[in-house]
């Protein structure tokens, strides 16, 4: 599974008041027009997860969802937007484009 993370999201996740030993969970928090729309929670492995490392930040994804998250970028953003996180296809831009679900 190919998952990055740019510097703006580990900076955040960093900052963040976690425990050494928390477990960020990716996870699917609805639907929308564009696509699922994802989570961050804190979790324990169970059966199923795979978990990864990046930049001494520990994740999970559930095996039902591995497929939706593979070959994604995940970046943080604030701006005229908003703040928050994003999932983005490797290789695009982060931009909502021209959808009409706003």
């Known amino acids: 599974m190919k998952i990055d ?3 703006s999201a580990i900076d955040e ?14 996870a699917i928090a609805g639907q929308s027009c564009s696509g ?6 804190l979790g324990e492995e169970g ?14 994804v559930d095996e039902e969802i591995r497929n939706l998250v593979d070959g994604f970028e995940i970046d943080f953003v604030n701006d005229e937007r908003g703040k928050g996180f994003l999932l983005i ?4 831009e982060s931009s909502c484009g021209s959808c009409s679900c706003h």
């Open 5 to 7: 993370l740019t510097k």
């Open 13 to 26: 996740l960093k900052g963040l008041e976690m425990e050494d030993s928390d477990i960020i969970r990716i």
């Open 36 to 41: 699922p729309q994802f989570a961050f929670t």
């Open 47 to 60: 059966p199923g997860d795979e978990r990864f490392d990046i930049e001494g930040l520990s994740f999970l």
């Open 89 to 92: 296809p490797i290789g695009m």
